[in-house]
């Protein structure tokens, strides 16, 4: 993961479960832009404590299986 964040994610393969969601769909539930998530899912970006917990509760499952460090 050069030049990214220690923090990978799963949230390409939690928006592929969840009905194939929309990143402007997780945006608007999570109230960031899509070029947010689009960042996030990159790897580009390390999420707030908050918007963390945010895209966690939209899926419906813990941080924990979100986020996880990947250094």
């Keep these: 993961m050069s030049g990214g964040t220690p923090i990978a994610n799963e949230i390409r393969r939690l928006r592929f479960e969840h009905g194939e969601m929309t ?3 997780l945006a608007d539930a999570c109230r960031v832009t899509r070029q947010t998530i689009i960042a996030l899912e990159a790897g580009r970006y390390a999420p707030s404590l908050e918007l963390a917990f945010r895209i ?4 419906g499952v813990g941080v924990e299986d979100v986020f996880r460090w990947a250094a």
């Design 56 to 59: 966690a509760r939209t899926f």
């Design 23 to 25: 990143q402007q769909a």
